[in-house]
């Protein structure tokens, strides 16, 4: 009897519901907690399997610690690291909320970036305080007319989301190419695809700079805890925050409410677009300062990893990409001091999504008592 | 087989839901469970079904301690649960999900489908549960999907049947068909448990009746010499008056009007075809008829869930018929739709964010597209505690809520709303006697305030209690209109059934 056996929750909620909203403060912090403890001990075991003793598994960690937290600069390495994900977890997070699964957060970077160099390079002359925003703001709708592709075709046509967003990464890829060979955007005097360089007053000015300019750590993460603020805002505290909710969790219901779930679809994508649009923007004004081929470096990506162990959450997503941020910038470390390959950063990164996305591993190895049944199952007429 | 509950307890946090039950179901009888809503009658048959783990007690099968882990130990030790909703897959078909599980393979584990087509059929002809067995679940009216849920349990040869509020959802003819199925199971020694509010059938076929309130035991009755209005006020605690007082109605304006409506689905057969009718303020229109003859589509008709193919919805005299459901909604349309976890709540809301569902974003609840949390919270406070929302706690989510008080909450919600017209599809299915008195006083107050109130109810009881005015619906089409007065279930009944003249 299957049926009965499927945690009911799950069979209510759906399948991405359940995994990407928290119910409670199990689900939401301590599934996660030790999702990443467990990740963590696996990834001892790893680094011993490959005939390293305990201690150097240690000697490893330490620098892991000592590179993500250990020191200013590794601070500052972790933010800017976190900078992005923040933006492109709460980029996928969002879509979750309204129960889509926004894969193309990667290609809505390129655009949005893309944007803002644009605007970065070819406008001169401003102050800092018109141009930058500016810049900001092209980053934002570029990635939300690509967010908007697929939730128009989803909310007209039924055409899966997944299916789209993956298909407009592969074309924004490839148009990032085309135009960094453009003369519109590539850098006078080079043969290679790299855009002109942007304008000292469209760029995200280094926050620690005056103490050591190699702290990177740059105005880009206010503006990426601004938008965890604004979108917990709308979320959770605005009649738009409500629908994109109803219609997440229960479409019919929403429906029976009077809410048009194609203004839904629609606004949710380009939100959501805009956001990985500003995580792009963010690289490019904050860190690289010019346009490469694929200058999103899969950070879009990571985005799915950490709305996910951040349950959807605004706050959660930012405490996630801190994490990520911390692995990497700790994982860069690590090779150098321990020599051990950032590669297991990536091991690491995908046993805790593993874990977060099949809590049942986790509760069954912590033996934690199962929560009671909340909820009976779908379709019936009484509850 | 004889089942013995001993001194479950279970707790969820902030309720007690059941407290130190004991109750014993003999050997090839039926024992009718009966309770208020939330009485914790689910809750004790999830802890029996391996649902849930009971915090205390202990269950025994002919005397011998069991310990149940999951449903699959329960559904070993030969308990059959049929569920208050349905744990069916919506895009399977009928076979498929009766065989979920228990699949008949061939060599290499292929499915062999003739085989588990054979062994549905079998089953369902043997107790006289007539589907399709390719059917595909969502496209079945939920009677159809309860028969499916039987066959399911049967074919894993259950000995003890469970079966939460079974006949909620059947038509007076499938009541009696299930009350013959029931003898069947019983005549082949099976046990079985019936929870149920509708005190009649408990006395009509149960052996022995226990009755829960508040997650406790309060007594047994003997079904030979109990009434109706006994076993309601040992449920409730109260006396109840299970008769609707009201005066006859006095019609005024025509507030909805629909003409020649016609409604297809995808192949172009007609749900709805060519309904005309009218509501007046100050009446209550009751639609009869056996569920899926075209009622939800004409509500959704209404409503505007659904689109029309021809016809004319007219609301307070203006076409209505291409307005957009929150446009009908904002113009004065109340809606207490039929399912209540499909469409009446969002499961993981909170019961206050449900109460405001499908009016958040009207003052006073927002301003300038922001929520007003405090609003909202004052209304839902007051919601819960006028209509008796248990329990009261408007943090829980809706989910947490009994199925009773889960209709509670929606009633409560479209009640509250000051409309011309308010349609009430099952408005109280699976809702105990004393909550029952309270919906239909409030559907009455309505109508004396001047609205328009339609009904639509399998029950012909309640059709009865409540219509100034009684509408027959037999395949999409109206087939009889009698003022209340002017006739009898009986002759209502034949029209149901597509025999009336
Ligand atoms: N998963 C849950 N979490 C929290 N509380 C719950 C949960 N399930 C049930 N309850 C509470 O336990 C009590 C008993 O609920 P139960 O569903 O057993 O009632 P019931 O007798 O079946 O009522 P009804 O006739 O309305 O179906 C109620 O107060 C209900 O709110
Ligand atoms: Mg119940």
Redesign the pocket.
């Known amino acids: 009897m299957t049926a009965a056996q499927t945690p009911p929750e799950v069979a209510q909620r759906g399948f991405v519901q359940q995994l990407t909203t928290s119910v409670n403060w199990r689900t939401g912090l301590l599934i996660p907690f030790l999702a990443v403890v467990t990740a963590l001990i696996i990834g001892i075991v790893l680094i011993m399997l490959t005939g390293s003793s305990f201690g150097q598994a240690m000697d490893a960690y330490a620098a892991l610690l000592q590179g993500s937290v250990g020191s200013v600069k590794a601070i500052s390495e972790t933010l800017t690291a976190a900078t992005p994900l923040i933006l492109a977890g709460l980029s996928v997070a969002i879509a979750f909320r309204a129960g889509l699964f926004n894969i193309g957060a990667e290609g809505q970077m390129l655009v949005g970036g893309m944007c803002a160099v644009f605007v970065g390079f070819s406008i001169t002359g401003l102050p800092i305080y018109i141009h930058l925003p500016l810049a900001l703001l092209a980053g934002f709708i570029g990635g939300a007319i690509w967010g908007f592709i697929p939730g128009v075709l989803k909310a007209k046509t039924g055409a899966h989301e997944v299916i789209v967003t993956i298909m407009l990464n592969y074309i924004a890829l490839r148009l990032v190419d085309f135009f960094l060979k453009t003369e519109l955007f590539q850098r006078e005097g080079r043969n290679d695809p790299v855009s002109k360089t942007v304008e000292a007053s469209a760029q995200l000015t280094q926050m620690l700079g005056w103490m050591n300019p190699a702290l990177r750590v740059h105005l880009g993460l206010i503006v990426a805890l601004i938008a965890a603020g604004v979108i917990h805002w709308l979320l959770f505290r605005t009649t738009t925050g409500f629908e994109f909710r109803a219609v997440g969790a229960n479409p019919s219901a929403a429906r029976y409410a009077g809410m048009s779930i194609t203004k839904v679809y629609v606004l949710v994508m380009m939100i959501a677009g805009g956001l990985a649009g500003l995580a792009g923007s963010g690289q490019i004004l904050g860190v690289l300062d010019r346009a490469t081929p694929g200058f999103s470096s899969n950070i879009g990506f990571d985005g799915i990893a950490v709305a996910l162990l951040g349950r959807s959450n605004p706050w959660g997503v930012v405490a996630a990409a801190v994490l990520f941020g911390g692995l990497r910038a700790g994982g860069q470390q690590m090779q150098v001091s321990a020599d051990v390959g950032i590669d297991l950063i990536a091991v690491i990164q995908a046993l805790i999504i593993i874990f977060v996305a099949a809590p049942a591993l986790i509760t069954a190895m912590y033996r934690l008592k199962t929560p009671?049944?909340?909820?009976q199952i779908s379709k019936g007429w009484?509850? | 087989m004889e089942l013995q509950l001993r001194g479950i307890t279970k707790r969820?946090?902030g309720?007690l839901?059941n407290d130190d039950v004991s109750l014993t179901a003999r050997s090839g009888t039926v024992l009718a469970l009966i309770?208020?809503?939330?009485?914790?009658?689910?809750?004790?048959m999830n802890v029996l079904s391996g649902l849930y783990r009971s915090d205390a007690g202990e269950i025994l099968i002919d005397g011998v301690h069991q310990t149940f882990r999951d449903p699959g130990d329960a559904i070993k030790a030969g308990i059959g649960m049929v569920h208050?909703h349905f744990m069916l897959v919506p895009v399977f078909s009928v076979y498929e999900n009766v065989i979920l599980g228990v699949e008949p393979t061939k060599a290499g584990g292929v499915l062999n489908r003739r085989e588990a087509r054979r062994e549905v059929k079998e089953i369902s002809e043997r107790y006289g549960l007539a589907v399709d067995p390719d059917a595909r679940i969502e496209d079945l009216p939920v009677g159809i999907q309860q028969r499916v849920e039987i066959i399911k349990v049967l074919l894993r040869g259950a000995r003890i049947l469970v079966f939460?509020?079974p006949t909620a959802v059947l038509t007076p003819q499938e009541v009696e068909e299930f009350f013959g199925i029931v003898a069947e199971l019983k005549a082949r020694g099976a046990t079985i448990i019936f929870?149920t509010?509708k005190l009649k059938e408990a006395l009509a076929v149960a052996d022995d009746i226990t009755v829960?309130r508040g997650?406790r035991v309060v007594g047994h009755a003997d079904p030979t010499t109990a009434t109706p209005e006994e076993l309601a006020a040992m449920m409730v605690g109260r006396e109840i008056d299970l008769t609707v007082d009201k005066e006859p109605g006095t019609p005024g304006r025509t507030v909805l009007e629909l003409t020649d409506v016609t409604m297809v689905d995808d192949y172009g057969r007609p749900l709805l075809n060519k309904v005309s009718m009218s509501v007046a303020a100050g009446e209550i229109v009751g639609i009869a008829g056996i569920q899926g003859n075209g009622q939800t589509e004409l509500v959704e008709a209404i409503t505007g869930l659904l689109p029309i193919s021809s016809g004319r919805v007219e609301f307070d005299g203006a076409d209505i018929s291409n307005k957009s459901v929150r446009d009908r909604h904002v113009q004065g349309i109340a809606h207490v739709p039929e399912d209540r976890n499909d469409m009446g709540m969002v499961g993981s809301f909170t019961i206050k964010e449900n109460l405001v569902l499908d009016s958040y974003y009207a003052a006073p609840y927002s301003k300038a597209g922001r929520l007003q949390r405090g609003s909202i919270e004052e209304s839902a406070l007051a919601l819960v505690e006028a209509y008796d929302v248990?329990?009261p706690l408007i943090e829980?989510t809706g989910?947490?809520?009994?199925?009773?008080?889960a209709q509670k909450m929606i009633v409560a919600r479209e009640f509250s709303r000051d409309v011309p017209l308010v349609i009430c599809a099952q408005p109280t299915r699976?809702i105990?006697v004393g909550s029952i008195e309270y919906i239909h006083e409030q559907i009455v107050r309505k109508r004396n305030e001047g609205k328009a109130i339609l009904i639509v109810s399998t029950e012909l009881d309640e059709i009865f209690a409540l219509s100034d005015r009684i509408l027959v619906m037999y395949d999409g089409k109206i087939v009889a209109e009698r003022l209340t007065g002017d006739t009898t279930p009986t002759e209502i009944g034949l029209f149901m059934a597509g025999k009336g003249s």
């Open positions: 009671a049944v909340s909820t009484a509850s | 969820f946090p309720v839901a309770g208020e809503n939330g009485a914790g009658k689910s809750t004790l208050q939460d509020e929870i509010h829960l997650g248990r329990p829980n989910a947490a809520l009994s199925g009773g008080n699976g105990d």
